[in-house]
């Protein structure tokens, strides 16, 4: 088992920064693919960014590419994401998952096997 906690939420104004942290315990985190997804009101959950497993190679979903950037240590056992120009349409509960299968692409919620709660990111206008 991986547990998975995530912090740094928060209200933001728009064009602001936040970054957000999360901490994994259990197994040995530099085995797994780590990403993070976020859902908004209403909508399902979709993906936002993933790291490799050394944390050499990132992908990102087209939305966010250029303005949030992840990043992890494997030394602490954290992934982070670091997120500027932040916009309204950021809100959402974001989520982070980690994957033992070595593949980056990995989009849907359905090919990660450990979840954190998820913290509330709120961008006002």
């Known amino acids: 088992q991986v547990q998975l906690v995530e912090s740094g939420g928060g209200l933001v104004q728009a064009g602001g920064s936040l970054r957000l942290s999360c901490a994994a315990s259990?197994?040995?985190?530099?085995?797994?693919?780590m990403a993070w997804f976020r859902q908004a009101p209403g909508k399902e959950r979709q993906f936002v960014a993933a790291?490799?497993?050394?944390?050499?190679?990132?992908y990102y979903a087209d939305s966010v590419k250029g303005r949030f950037t992840i990043s992890r240590d494997n030394a602490k056992n954290t992934v982070y994401l670091q997120m500027n120009s932040l916009k309204p349409e950021d809100t959402a509960v974001y989520s982070c998952?980690?994957?033992?299968?070595?593949?980056?692409?990995?989009?849907?919620?359905?090919?990660?096997?450990?979840w954190g709660q998820g913290t509330q990111v709120t961008v006002s206008s």
């Open positions: 259990g197994r040995t985190f530099s085995n797994y693919v």
């Open positions: 998952a980690a994957r033992y299968r070595s593949s980056l692409y990995a989009v849907e919620e359905t090919e990660y096997d450990y």
């Open positions: 790291i490799s497993r050394n944390g050499v190679n990132t």
